[in-house]
Structures are given as C-alpha cells and as structure tokens.
C-alpha cells in the first residue's frame, strides 16, 4: 500500500484538509451522521469528503458508507469537484458526484463559505439483499443539508417567495411577511445570490456494483435490465423473472456475444489492432509477469528485450503449458496479415483480448471495465478502467511484481494519460 501511495497510485489528487476552521466543520458533518469527531489535525479527502486518514484512525473504511449504498458526502469546498471518488460501491457514483458538483456550484461556492455541507445520495433502497434491490436504483437524488441550517432557511425562504409571488391574497399575512423578513436577514435575496441546489435528481443508468461479488447493469431501452455477473447460477438472481437476463463470467462466449449484439463492442478492428500494437503491449506484460512470479528476487523493471527473449525461450514449454503465451502470440500473426481467426482462438476468451469498447458509445469506461475483467494481465487497463479489481489483485503480487507494475503505470501511463488510452483502449 504505500508503494502505491507514494506513487500516487491510490489516495492520488485529494484535497488536504488542514486549516482549524475547516477541522471543525469536518467534525461538525461527522456529527450530524452520529459519527466519531477526528482527532487529525490535518487529512485529505475526495470529491464526497470520504478521507483515508480519517478511516483509518476510525477503523471504518465505511464510515460514510456504511451500508454500501445511499453513501454520505462532506463537502468542504467546491474544489473537491475536481477530486476523484475512492472506496466506490457503485462505477456510476463518480459520474453522479461530478455532474452534482458542475450543476450547482455557485450554489456550494456561496454555502461553503461559511458552512459545511453534508447530506446523502438516496435512491430507492435502503439496504441490498437481492438482484431487485440493485435493480430497483433507477435514478438517485442529492439530499443536501448544511450544519448552519442555512440552506434549509434558504430552502423555506424560497418557497415563501414563490408563494408569495402567486398567492394574491399573501401579502395580506403579517405573520408570513414577517418570517420572509427573518429569513431574508439571514439568507439575503435568494432571486440573486442562489443559496439552493436547484439540481439534485440525477438517472442511473447501466453501473458496475461491488455488492454480490461485483455485477455490472446495463439498461437499453424498451427491454429488460441485463446483468452479467461472476456465479454461475447465483441465489440472489429470482428464478421467477424470467425475462431478466443474467449472463456469467464463466460463459465469456454469452457475454462477448451480448456486448456485440447490443452495439458496446467494436467487432474486429485490424486498423485499431495494427496501429496500436494492443497484442504486444499485453504480451509484454504477460510475460515479465510470469518472469516476476518464476524468480521473485528478480528486478523485473531493468530487464531488456534480449534478456526476456532468451528466457521465453528457454522457459517456453511451461508457458506454452500454461496456454495463453502461444495465442497471443499466434493473435498478433493473425492481426500482422489480416488473416481469418483460427478457430481454436475464435472463442470470447481470445476475442476479448483483441477488442476494445465502442468509442464513441457512452458506456464506453464501464464497457472497458468489463472486458478488463477477461485480460487481467492488461495491468494498464485495470488500474484505468477497473482500480478495484487492480487493488485486489496487487494485494496478490509478489513485490517484483508489484514494482514492476508501478513503474508500468508511473512511466508510460502518467505522462500522458489521454494520449495512452486513445492509442490503446480509445
């Protein structure tokens, strides 16, 4: 873990929390959720004000998730809308948290000022026991709070007002034009200086949950919900749906077969194959990989191109028993000369290896995330499109290993991230 902190790697770009003032509006959020206060004087946090530091010294990477769903956010500032989302339950919350953030910043710009601003992110269930409950997360809403109660009296004034504006009769009420005058001391002219969030409610489409082992949603319109998961025949899927259609990760072929079909994979690409060299990147890190796992005291990062050749060679019988370096190998021959796929590398394991998501479809990140799911060894991939299954799987390397994949990412995905995944994933 703090190779890849130090690398930036995980807990990168948050927003330090540092000055008293803001300490205590932290702790003021915290108690509103009947949260232990920090005792930190100094942490960082995420775009919803989730903080490593602060988990940490609670003993609760949860704490503003307790329930993996509705998630809680603190929101200091409206810098943090610039900041990613880790710990993430749900793929779509980052896409929600960011719109919410572009949507109504004067509105937080003007709040945070003086307050701190807290609330949830609701949706249609409190709790996930089954498939429906997953299902049931149509769209999701804001529930915003401020611990000044300033946005809430700015909420009321600007219901007054709007009575006050289409009631005839409400002018006549000293009571109500007194507590416009109250609150209008307070809250100042709400038609000018836009205190309330005016956008709160936003649709969820298709999403990738981590709840029931990881399942991933897509909706299309006019037809049922397809969800793809990893068990076989999993209990929390309701045998009486029958129209509902749940495809496993172990029948790649059914999955391949839907994502084409339903227009999210690009059908073979040789121009897209030749002009990125995807096949030899991931055979590259294929096999410095194998390298990594047969000799651990190995500093895998300084090997040269001689060097793993003459080991391929040598240790080609076992990887050829493994089974998958003889493909790539025999796929990048078939995508050098434009060739008809062998049918022995014509199923949805090797497909998956030489196709990428629609670019232009707006799915296109969760896409990539699944087919990341069937070319785990795309080290590059993972970490971009699926950092949950890339920190799963690191807490599995060896330490070569793991040094050989920050470099990786440190040195050819970081200095030009967009360039990267227009050349490979794009």
Known sequence: ?????ANDLIYGRLMPVT???????????????????????SFNVDATGFSPEVAEELEDPRYLDPHGVNRRFIILSPEQGQLPVVQLNFSSTSDLVRAFYRRNLDALKRLTLKDVVFGEIENATYRVNDLDDILSIKSIEFRVKTVSGLLEK???????????????????????????????????????????????RFHQRSFWTRHFGGLYVFHDEGSDPTVVGRAKDPEFVDEDVSSRSYFSFEDPD??????????RVEPLNFEWLQRSDILKHREHSYVRAAIARAQPELDVTQLNEAWIRNWVSENYDQLANEGLLPELVKLRKVVASRQTIPRKLNGATYKFMMVRAVPE??????INRLISDFVPFDYLMRFIYNKEAFYADYEQFGDNLREFVVDLISTQYFPD??????????
């Open 361 to 366: 479809h707006s799915e296109q990140r969760l």
């Open 417 to 426: 991230k967009a360039g990267l995944r227009r050349r490979f994933y794009e």
């Open 1 to 5: 873990m703090e190779r890849l902190i």
């Open 254 to 263: 059914e999955v391949y077969d839907f994502l084409v079909s339903s227009g």
């Open 154 to 200: 700015a909420t009321e004034l600007a219901g007054l007002v709007d009575k006050f504006q289409t009631d005839g009769e409400a002018w006549r009420d000293d009571v109500f034009l007194r507590r416009i005058t109250e609150l209008a001391s307070e809250c100042g002219d709400i038609r000018y200086n836009n205190l309330v969030p005016r956008s709160v």
């Open 19 to 41: 000055r008293p003032h803001m300490v205590e509006r932290y702790n003021a959020a915290l108690a509103c959720f009947d949260a232990e206060p920090t005792r930190l004087t």
